[in-house]
Nanobody, 124 residues
């Protein structure tokens, strides 16, 4: 019932920046904690960043800390991921996800809805 659509992924050079966007097709967007996950070829899908319904609480992976920032605009039903100082190991398909739980957990099982992903490629 909740449709998520990511955008913004592209080829970028090492050290560059990208801003990913996710638009949710739902009128109660503020009821959902949101997150970004990523999956590199041949690897598991891993948590990158998550944000509470109000935006007051955020969780980041160790790799994302200090480089990435998750934010949301509940009036526009959107969540963003600002990525700076990109590295080749950031190359992956990035997925937007939504959860009806109270806290922005890192656990993938807590997320009920998923986008189709957007490709980020960081060149060496």
């Amino acid at each position: 019932q909740v449709h998520l659509a990511e955008s913004g992924g592209r080829l970028v050079q090492v050290g560059g920046s990208l801003r990913l966007s996710c638009e949710a097709s739902v009128r109660t967007f503020s009821n959902y904690a949101m997150a970004w996950f990523r999956q590199a070829p041949g690897k598991e899908r891993d948590h990158v960043a998550s944000i509470s319904v109000t935006g007051s609480d955020t969780y980041y992976s160790e790799s994302a800390k200090g480089r990435f920032t998750i934010s949301r605009d509940n009036a526009k039903n959107m969540v963003f991921l600002q990525m700076n100082s990109l590295r080749p190991e950031d190359t992956a398909v990035y997925y937007c996800a939504a959860s009806n739980r109270a806290l922005p957990t890192r656990a993938m099982y807590a997320y009920n809805y998923w986008g189709q992903g957007t490709q980020v490629t960081v060149s060496s």
